[in-house]
Nanobody, 121 residues
Framework: VQLQASGGGPVPAGGSLRLTCQAT????????IAWARQAPGKEREFVAV???????GYADSVNGRFDVSRDNANNRAYLQMNRLTPDDTATYFC????????????????WGQGTQVTVSS
């Protein structure tokens, strides 16, 4: 499966963005989809996940502000990001893996190119 994240851009603190992960290739609905982010000088970190049953999980830092969803008919996943802060500034990636929706990013074998999110104070 090939993935492409889009929807990033500049946004003021307190604003919202919706990222889209478009998948092509293998059957999308058989994969858990994770969102991760990487800020300059930092390691890539887990943000959110949605599994094939549409169970969801979030990092503590985004819980209550971000919402992950998927549209299997169109091979897409979304990350709705609300109440953004400068600490959310990073490159955001989507990834697919055959698992129950885990937070361990090493369990995701397919990665798309990221989309940059920049939150200004």
């Amino acid at each position: 499966v090939q993935l492409q994240a889009s929807g990033g851009g500049p946004v003021p603190a307190g604003g919202s963005l919706r990222l889209t992960c478009q998948a092509t290739g293998r059957t999308f609905n058989g994969y858990a989809i994770a969102w991760a982010r990487q800020a300059p000088g930092k390691e890539r970190e887990f943000v959110a996940v949605i599994n094939v049953r549409e169970d969801k999980g979030y990092a503590d830092s985004v819980n209550g502000r971000f919402d992950v969803s998927r549209d299997n008919a169109n091979n897409r996943a979304y990350l709705q990001m609300n109440r953004l802060t400068p600490d959310d500034t990073a490159t955001y990636f989507c990834a697919a893996g055959v698992n129950l929706g885990v937070r361990d990013l090493s369990r995701y074998f397919y990665w798309g190119q990221g989309t940059q999110v920049t939150v200004s104070s």
